[in-house]
């Protein structure tokens, strides 16, 4: 008698995607990741709540998420209905001392909470912070330069230490950070404005972070924009580097985190297309990836050693 032939299961394709996972399961696991949350990922509803389904999924996957977030949308809006300008100069904010005081309600009061919400509707996970917070990071005040004159746009910060000990024992206790970028001033007690880009790349560097991913609303680092919307899938921080001079405004403090990043104790940096649902997991647990990769040099990464098992 013959054995009836196996059925064709039609979740079979989903069987080989958590398997394509299983090696990047096993190299990120207990690992700490460093998210910088912003961009469209932040205002649409729908990429939010993919936004908090990836970063709980990483922290039962067996990684480690830190999120830190800015929010320059929500902050040039609350500023609208006080009626407050909104001023740009260098690309910073400038920040009066009433504006800081909007700044800090907005983060820690209104962009912070929500997406803890979001992240605690999986479970008791996230805890909300800020950068003032067990002297998380402490700044000193930041001037903007305009045509090689110094520039005074208020209460705008730039990081001088980070103190990683709060954010570390709540991952020791299995919970997902979530960091507001602000912070206070050793120098006059005033708290400032911090570039979320900034501070989560000083903060994956304190942590000795496995990886800095920053979500962007574009596909990565473009080679040759706008002649070719090619995406250069990865690169050294020495070619990150050159490149660096000629790159848009609104990605230079990006990938400035992320070359401070490897340069400091990180394994590997990301930029990510955060209108992407899901984009955290395909960069992480699949062959491809989706965003731009940077690596430290080979010859003089943090170890002296390649880093070869971080390549696609």
């Known amino acids: 008698m013959s054995l009836p032939t196996a ?17 990047w399961l096993t190299r990120h696991h207990g690992k700490t990741v460093v998210i910088k949350f ?38 040039s ?6 009626g407050l300008v909104s001023e740009f100069k260098a690309g910073l904010r400038v920040t009066s001392p009433e504006a800081m005081d909007v700044v800090r309600m907005v983060l820690a009061g209104q962009v912070q909470r929500e997406l ?65 970028s602000i912070a206070r001033s050793a120098d006059d007690g005033h708290v400032y404005n911090i570039n979320a880009d900034t501070a989560a790349a000083a903060l994956a560097a304190a942590l000795k972070a496995e990886t800095l991913m920053v979500l962007t609303d574009v596909e990565g680092l473009y080679a040759d924009w706008p002649n070719s919307d090619e995406v250069i899938s990865q690169l050294t921080a ?10 848009a405004s609104g990605m230079v403090p990006k990938m400035e985190g992320c070359l401070y990043a490897v340069r400091n104790g990180v394994t590997t940096a990301r930029v990510l297309d955060g209108r992407v649902q899901h984009s955290i997991l395909l960069e992480i647990f699949t062959d491809e990836g989706i965003g731009t990769m940077v690596l430290p040099d080979k010859d003089k990464d943090q170890n002296g050693t390649t880093d070869e098992g971080a390549e696609r």
């Open 38 to 75: 912003g961009g469209n990922a932040m205002v649409d509803e729908d990429l939010k709540a993919a936004f908090a389904q990836d970063v709980v999924f990483l922290r039962h996957a067996g990684l480690r998420p830190v999120v830190v977030h800015g929010g320059g949308p929500q902050i």
């Open 77 to 82: 809006a609350q500023l609208d209905r006080l």
């Open 7 to 23: 059925r064709k299961h039609t979740a079979l394709p989903k069987a080989r995607t958590l398997i394509e996972a299983l090696p």
């Open 116 to 180: 803890v919400g979001l992240l605690n509707q999986h479970g008791p996970l996230a805890v909300g912070m800020t950068g003032e917070d067990a002297h998380t990071m402490t700044a000193t005040k930041r001037y903007a330069d305009i045509d090689g004159a110094r520039v005074d746009i208020g209460r705008v910060g730039e990081i001088t230490e980070i103190d990683p000990g709060a954010v570390q024992a709540l991952l020791d206790d299995g919970r997902i950070p979530v960091v507001s």
């Open 238 to 247: 020495s070619e990150l580097e050159k490149l660096l001079p000629d790159l």
